[in-house]
C-alpha cells in the first residue's frame, strides 16, 4: 500500500531501485591460504545501482562470499554471524577490475573475525569490511559445504515442504 498523498515523483523514485542483480558468476578467485582468500570481479551492468556504481548490496554478497573463504581456509564450516561495511568510494561500473581481500583476523574455537577491502583499479580503498562467523565444526567427509546441486535439491525441499513451486 502506497500512501496516496506521496509525490508520484517520490514514489517513483523509491521504485527505480527494485531490479535484478547479476553478475556473481563472474567473481573470480585470485589467492586461498590459511586465513586468506582473494577474489576479483570486472564492474559490469547487471552490478549497477542507480547511480551508475556497483549495488551495495552486490558489494554486500561478495564480501560475504569471501569472508566465507577466508574463514573457510581455515578448515572450518562457517556461517556468518555479523557484516559490517564502510563504503569509502563509490565504485563505478566501467568494465574496471576490483580486488576484494580478506584476513581473518581471529581464529578462534567457535568464531573467527575476518576483514576485508575492496580495492579499485587505481588502488583506493572502496569498501573496508569486518564479518565475525560462527564455526559449524572442523571441515571433513561428514562436515563439508554442500555442492550447488546438493543445495539446490535442499532448497526444492523447502518448496514442496510448503507447497509452493520454485520460481
Known amino acids: 500500500m502506497i500512501d496516496s498523498p506521496m ?10 531501485g527494485l531490479h535484478d542483480l547479476s553478475g556473481f ?13 582473494v577474489f576479483h570481479f570486472d564492474a559490469s551492468l547487471e552490478m549497477r545501482n542507480v547511480n551508475g556504481n556497483v549495488h551495495g ?14 574463514a573457510c581456509s581455515c578448515g572450518s564450516r562457517n556461517v556468518t554471524l555479523q557484516g559490517n561495511f564502510n563504503f569509502c568510494k ?7 577490475r576490483v580486488l576484494i581481500e580478506a584476513k581473518v583476523v581471529h581464529e578462534g574455537r567457535t568464531t573467527s573475525v575476518v576483514e576485508l577491502v575492496f580495492i579499485n583499479e587505481t ?7 569486518s564479518f565475525t562467523t560462527f564455526s559449524k565444526g572442523r571441515i571433513c567427509p ?21 507447497g509452493r513451486e520454485p520460481f
Open 7 to 16: 509525490d508520484p515523483l517520490v514514489i517513483e523514485t523509491c521504485l527505480n
Open 25 to 37: 558468476g563472474s567473481i573470480k578467485l585470485d589467492e586461498l591460504r590459511h586465513g586468506y582468500a
Open 57 to 70: 548490496g552486490f558489494i554486500m554478497a561478495v564480501g560475504d562470499i569471501t569472508a566465507a573463504a577466508a
Open 90 to 96: 563509490g565504485i563505478r561500473v566501467n568494465g574496471q
Open 123 to 129: 588502488g583506493d580503498i572502496c569498501v573496508k569490511a
Open 142 to 162: 561428514k562436515n563439508r559445504c554442500l555442492t550447488h546441486e546438493e543445495s539446490l535439491d535442499i532448497a526444492y525441499g523447502n518448496f514442496a515442504e510448503v
